[in-house]
């Protein structure tokens, strides 16, 4: 092991002993010895045990500690405490401003186990709230654990397609006569990106470094003749799958103008290019059976938002001014239920609190309504958190899991169809609880759980959150034939987050979904007469 290797494993176990509680003057002396070897980079090639223990300020037991390391490349005493720390805890410790006891208290209070999941925490605004930290302290996290994800290749869509946009501008700024476009997955609008491909018939001379720099995953320019832009876009935004299933290869390869031009030839209906997967696009577009996707204008209201009633940013006023502001129709309220104790969850006299203040706005409103929801915990044994008397008060329930994510897929399943068929379920919250780049989600039956929500008339939630884009849009097809709504909620803890209904727009057209099958389509007079059932 390299010097700089031993001070950042000496440093790590300093980090560890304090998360577990050991004893302090150890863990000042492996931080002591970590601080003294980097100043000293000491060279530790072909070192003895005796060598290591003439070292100043290094006493015997580090000295033994720091010899198992170059025998072994790790040390008996480290592994132990690795083994009771999740791994992703372990990044956390990295993380730059958090020391150990906030990390413990970030682990064992607020239940998350990696970063993603303190970033989505964050973002929630729930670490504000937490003894010891506050609004400063949760922002410099924010940014710490940007910063390191920044340095990570893959990214979520919603992260870099503002940047690749701004790009795309200013080479058509320096350049006016260049056909240029993203292509491939961004192109597909993929929830994860780990390549940005860029097609162009001009070579491009702008300097594109400080946007490149910022996009972090790797960008490939692809360069074709002028008369072959089309043909490169089409080929180069589809996956190998949907041009085999197309027969590509088939083509005249002709001067096209458009790329229905391209469809018409193979005597196939448009296909639109977040679709190009190479799922069942084609075989429906044999038969003109893609139907006319969602978009953002057919949503009529927001469902499923946080205030500060519980860990929202923004007050129940505030999140109902913006939302009526950006011309919907209706806002659902949903803020944390009373196991939601890390988010402020709301007890019985907080839900009344609440209900009589909704009731009040929606007094002084035309043309608009505030619907009175919760988010409602799914317990471990797949019951809601309140009684039967308090759940009958709400316009709406979303029901969803939140603690105990280690689950069977049994197990969750079971939990999931258990909430379902509560009579007061109206949605089915994320899923799967999965985080993007962070936690893949406990596994479910999709179509048990699709089927209970059939025959409970039930809606599926996608959550529209880019960290989350929860339940996957590769499900939205057997809803779809289910006869399952799917609603498109932001969980906005903040005004700002209704616009990521955008990105729940974006993977819901990958799904095929419709106007027609999208609950937060409807109109509010048909949206109540949907809860109603």
Same mark, same amino acid.
């Given at each position: 092991m390299t010097s700089d290797e031993i001070v950042e494993t000496l440093e790590m176990h300093a980090k560890l002993l304090e998360l577990h509680g050991g004893n302090?003057?150890?863990? +000042?002396?492996?931080?002591?010895?970590?601080?003294? =070897?980097?100043?000293?980079?000491?060279?530790?090639?072909?070192?003895?045990?005796?060598?290591?223990?003439?070292?100043?300020?290094?006493?015997?037991?580090?000295?033994?500690?720091?010899?198992?390391?170059?025998?072994?490349?790790?040390?008996?005493?480290?592994?132990? =405490?690795?083994?009771?720390?999740?791994?992703?805890?372990?990044?956390?410790?990295?993380?730059?401003?958090?020391?150990p006891k906030k990390v413990h208290a970030i682990w064992k209070e607020l239940g998350?186990?990696?970063?993603?999941?303190?970033?989505?925490?964050?973002?929630?605004?729930?670490?504000?709230?937490?003894?010891?930290?506050?609004?400063?302290?949760?922002?410099?996290?924010?940014?710490?654990?940007?910063f390191k994800l920044m340095n990570s290749s893959k990214r979520h869509y919603a992260a870099v397609e503002s940047l690749v946009n701004k790009l795309?501008?200013?080479?058509?700024?320096?350049?006016?006569?260049?056909?240029?476009?993203?292509?491939?997955? @961004?192109?597909?609008?993929?929830?994860?990106?780990?390549?940005?491909?860029?097609?162009?018939?001009?070579?491009?001379?702008?300097?594109?470094?400080?946007?490149?720099?910022?996009?972090?995953?790797?960008?490939?320019?692809?360069?074709?003749?002028?008369?072959?832009?089309?043909?490169?876009?089409?080929?180069?935004?589809?996956?190998?799958?949907?041009l085999n299933k197309i027969n590509f290869n088939s083509l005249k390869k002709i001067q096209y103008k458009t790329e229905k031009e391209i469809y018409d030839e193979l005597h196939l209906q448009y296909i639109e290019p977040e679709l190009r997967e190479g799922l069942n696009e084609v075989e429906l577009a +044999?038969?003109?059976?893609?139907?006319?996707?969602?978009?953002?204008?057919?949503?009529?209201?927001?469902?499923?938002?946080?205030?500060?009633?519980?860990?929202?940013?923004?007050? =129940?006023k505030e999140m109902v001014d913006y939302c009526q502001k950006l011309g919907y129709e209706y806002l659902g309220i949903c803020d944390h239920s009373k196991s939601a104790f890390y988010a402020s969850g709301l007890?019985?006299?907080?839900?009344?609190?609440?209900?009589?203040?909704?009731?009040?706005?929606?007094?002084?409103?035309?043309? @608009?309504?505030?619907?009175?929801?919760?988010?409602?915990?799914?317990l471990n044994d797949g019951s809601l958190d309140y009684e039967e008397d308090v759940l009958k008060t709400f316009d709406f329930i979303v029901a969803s899991v939140h603690s105990n994510l280690k689950m069977t897929e049994e197990k969750a399943t079971q939990r999931l169809?258990?909430?379902?068929?509560?009579?007061?379920?109206?949605?089915?919250?994320?899923?799967?609880?999965?985080?993007?780049?962070?936690r893949p989600g406990y596994p479910i039956d999709h179509k048990k759980?699709?089927?209970?929500?059939?025959?409970?008339?039930?809606?599926?939630?996608?959550?529209?959150?880019?960290?989350?884009?929860d339940m996957d849009w590769r499900w939205i097809w057997y809803c779809l034939e289910k006869n399952v709504k799917v609603s498109i909620n932001p969980d906005a803890h903040q005004m700002l987050g209704y616009h990521d209904m955008y990105y729940g727009v974006c993977v819901a057209r990958k799904g095929m979904l419709t106007k027609e099958m999208c609950l937060?389509?409807?109109?509010?007079?048909?949206?109540?007469?949907?809860?109603?059932?």
């Open positions: 302090p003057f150890k863990i +000042k002396a492996f931080a002591g010895a970590a601080y003294r =070897l980097d100043k000293l980079r000491y060279d530790f090639e072909n070192k003895t045990q005796e060598d290591i223990d003439k070292i100043e300020g290094v006493g015997k037991s580090i000295s033994k500690f720091i010899f198992e390391l170059i025998q072994h490349g790790s040390a008996k005493e480290q592994d132990e =405490l690795l083994e009771k720390t999740p791994a992703g805890v372990v990044e956390i410790l990295t993380i730059k401003g958090l020391g998350c186990e990696s970063v993603g999941e303190l970033l989505y925490a964050c973002n929630e605004n729930r670490l504000a709230s937490l003894k010891g930290f506050g609004a400063k302290t949760q922002e410099s996290i924010k940014a710490s654990i940007e795309i501008e200013k080479v058509k700024s320096e350049q006016p006569s260049i056909q240029i476009s993203p292509v491939g997955d @961004f192109r597909r609008k993929c929830e994860v990106i780990e390549k940005i491909e860029i097609l162009s018939d001009i070579k491009i001379n702008s300097d594109l470094n400080s946007f490149e720099k910022e996009i972090v995953a790797p960008v490939i320019y692809h360069l074709c003749k002028p008369e072959e832009f089309t043909e490169k876009l089409f080929e180069l935004t589809a996956t190998k799958e949907h +044999k038969n003109n059976k893609i139907p006319e996707l969602i978009n953002d204008k057919d949503l009529k209201g927001i469902l499923h938002n946080h205030t500060t009633y519980s860990d929202g940013v923004n007050t =129940l007890n019985e006299d907080r839900v009344w609190e609440q209900q009589m203040e909704i009731r009040k706005l929606n007094a002084n409103y035309t043309g @608009f309504k505030i619907l009175n929801g919760i988010e409602s915990d799914i169809i258990k909430a379902i068929e509560n009579p007061y379920t109206s949605i089915l919250g994320h899923p799967t609880g999965r985080l993007l780049l962070a759980v699709i089927d209970a929500c059939a025959a409970n008339k039930v809606s599926m939630e996608l959550n529209a959150h880019p960290y989350r884009l937060n389509a409807l109109s509010l007079n048909d949206l109540l007469k949907e809860f109603e059932k």
